[in-house]
């Protein structure tokens, strides 16, 4: 889980300097863009991390859970609102589906559900986030 979430946070660092430095040469509307994809993939990392974490205590909190992927969702909201790079909406859908399919395992009683795609996807956000 660290380690994941150090990747994580290296990423976005190394967006965020992209980003400004692109931003000499694209505009400030360009560097916008990307620092809010960043920052928000930066949030969505925080709840996956909160995820993983509610997952493993589901049997003392099940609400949990349920409060992350909430949280996942509400940044995806943002990102999705805010770009129109047809990657970034990919990794968007890919990464709204990771989310949905853990919720319906909660419901129909998996205490455990593999978190493991949301993890993938959440990666794959971030990468697109640098392109």
Not at 35 to 53: G, K, M
Not at 64 to 92: F, H, P, R, W, Y
Not at 112 to 125: C, K, M, N, Y
């Given at each position: ?63 949990q859970a349920d409060t ?64």
């Amino acid at each position: 889980m660290a380690v994941s979430r150090r990747r994580l946070t290296a990423v976005a660092a190394v967006v965020a300097t992209a980003a400004l430095t692109a931003g000499l040469t694209t505009g400030c509307d360009a560097v916008d863009k990307a620092l809010d994809c960043v920052q928000t993939a930066d949030s969505i990392a925080d709840s996956v991390t909160d995820l993983q974490q509610a997952v493993e205590n589901a049997a003392n909190d099940p609400a949990q859970a349920d409060t992350s992927l909430n949280s996942i969702e509400k940044n995806l909201d943002k990102i999705g609102d805010k770009t129109d790079n047809t990657d970034v909406n990919k990794a968007v859908d890919h990464l709204r589906q990771a989310v949905s399919n853990i919720r319906t395992a909660i419901k129909n009683g998996d205490k455990t559900p593999d978190v493991s795609p949301v993890t993938d996807a959440a990666g794959e956000l971030t990468k697109v986030c640098t392109k």
